[in-house]
């Protein structure tokens, strides 16, 4: 069975560049999570789905940050003008049910120069 | 403060070494898991394991709900368990993992 996958694997911009970035979650799995993981910090959540709808993105920068997941399966990250700040690793991780165990993909590596 | 705490914050073994990383957490979880990362890489699930006593290889985690830890044992330690751990918890019905800053072991062969 595939896991998560993610693309692009490593993405370089300039501030007030705009990138996207995509997940494929396990087969059959109704829970999307998008996840930020500073350099040398633990993962933060920032937003996530079940099916189609978003259940929590509070945590999103939502003047910047935009994600997606219009069909319940695939879903893409947005950022439209990225700043130093926002340099970083972006997991994504699918679950099926509550309380489930979480499968992270392997991440995107975002630098902002 | 941080709601999920581990200890030690590194650690380094020689081969062979057993090791015991702990994860204190604040409030009650729903979800409880360990997970691996090498340097510049993924997060592996190692365990979920919410509650009791997980054997999975050569990894036992022991979770004490009431008293809100949890730990993670390495039996034989080999130079390839070196990285970061990280424990992860779910609190009521959020959905999302809120996790630890890791203990980064060393194993020197």
């Known amino acids: 069975e595939a896991g998560v996958t993610q693309s692009p694997r490593y993405a370089v911009l300039q501030e007030g560049q705009a990138v996207s970035f995509w997940c494929d979650p396990i087969?059959?799995?109704?829970?999307l999570y998008w996840y930020q993981q500073p350099r040398d910090q633990g993962p933060q959540l920032l937003v996530y789905?079940?099916?189609?709808?978003?259940?929590?993105n509070s945590q999103l920068p939502s003047d910047r940050f935009s994600a997606v997941r219009p069909k319940g399966t695939n879903s893409t990250l947005k950022i439209q003008s990225a700043k130093q700040g926002d340099t970083a690793t972006y997991l994504c991780?699918?679950?099926?049910?509550?309380?489930?165990?979480?499968?992270f993909g392997p991440g995107t590596r975002l630098t902002v120069l | 403060g941080q709601q999920v705490q581990q200890s030690p914050a590194s650690l380094v073994l020689q081969e062979g070494e057993n090791a015991e990383l702990q994860c204190n957490f604040s409030?009650?979880?729903?979800?409880l898991q360990w997970f691996y990362q090498s340097p510049g890489g993924s997060l592996v699930s190692l365990l979920s394991?919410?509650?009791g006593t997980k054997h999975t290889g050569r990894l036992t985690s022991t979770t004490v709900t009431k008293e809100r830890r949890s730990s993670l044992h390495i039996s034989s330690s080999q130079t390839t368990d070196s990285g970061t751990y990280l424990c992860?918890?779910?609190?009521?019905?959020?959905?999302?993992?809120?996790f630890g800053l890791g203990t980064t072991l060393q194993v020197q062969p």
């Open positions: 394991n919410p509650s």
């Open positions: 409030s009650t979880a729903t979800q």
């Open positions: 992860a918890i779910e609190t009521g019905n959020t959905g999302k993992l809120i």
């Open positions: 991780a699918s679950s099926l049910g509550d309380h489930a165990e979480q499968f």
């Open positions: 087969s059959g799995h109704d829970t």
């Open positions: 789905f079940r099916d189609e709808a978003v259940i929590d």
